[in-house]
Each structure stands twice: as C-alpha cells, then as structure tokens.
C-alpha cells in the first residue's frame, strides 16, 4: 500500500518561489509516475507535472520553464520548485501516483492510482 504526504504549501508574492514535497510511504510496482495536479475549480483538477522512475519529467504547458519537478530516492520524495509564481496558481496542490499522464481529471479520482491529501498554495499580487 501507498501513501502520498504533500507538504510546503503557503502563501507567495506574485513573482516569488515557492517549493512543494511529497513524501511516498511505502512502494509502488509497475511503470508509474508521480506527479502534481492542482485544483482549477471545484472538483476539477488539472494535470501540472510528472516524473518517472528513470528520471524523465513532463510539464503541463502552463507550468513550463517557471516549475521543476524532482526525486529524492534515498528520501523517497518528490518535490516540486514552483517559481515566477502567479495568482492563477492557486489554490491547492496534490500530489499522485498513477500510470500515465491525466490532463483534467476529477480532483481525487479513484482513476488516479493514489492521492495526497493537497496542500494550499496562495499567491498574492
């Protein structure tokens, strides 16, 4: 079994930096990803940035070149470094397990393999 524990949410400038981390308890098997999703309205989460096993990371369009995701295998973490932040990039991120990329998905959809429970991200002009 596995658990997902996002953590480094809070409050941030516009322009300012800010990073997330995920903490894996447990093992995952199989080709997975994790990753990051954020709300985008009520139920409705949008797919930000993936990375797999092999080190590969994938970014949503609107995140790219401003977000960098990374692993820690010896801390079993993933953490995302979110920079040039904005007022849309609010409000809360979760953190995921699942097989493959998910562009809009419900936000804790059981189609997603596993979810943290979401951290809060503010961002203020």
């Known amino acids: 079994e596995v658990r997902l524990v996002e953590s480094g949410g809070g409050s941030v400038e516009a322009g300012g930096s800010l990073t997330l981390s995920c903490l894996l308890g447990?093992?995952?098997?199989?080709?997975?990803?994790m990753g990051w999703y954020r709300q985008v309205q009520m139920n409705e989460c949008e797919w930000v940035a993936s990375?797999?096993?092999?080190?590969?990371?994938y970014y949503a369009p609107s995140v790219k070149d401003r977000f960098i995701i990374s692993q820690d295998n010896a801390q079993n973490t993933v953490s995302l470094q979110m920079g040039s932040l904005k007022p849309d990039d609010t409000p809360v991120y979760f953190c995921?397990?699942?097989?493959?990329?998910?562009?809009?998905?419900?936000?804790?959809?059981?189609?997603?393999?596993?979810w943290g429970q979401g951290t809060l991200v503010s961002v203020c002009s």
């Open positions: 990375i797999r096993s092999d080190g590969n990371t």
């Open positions: 995921a397990l699942d097989t493959q990329i998910r562009r809009l998905t419900q936000c804790r959809s059981k189609i997603v393999r596993q």
């Open positions: 447990g093992s995952a098997d199989g080709d997975v990803r």
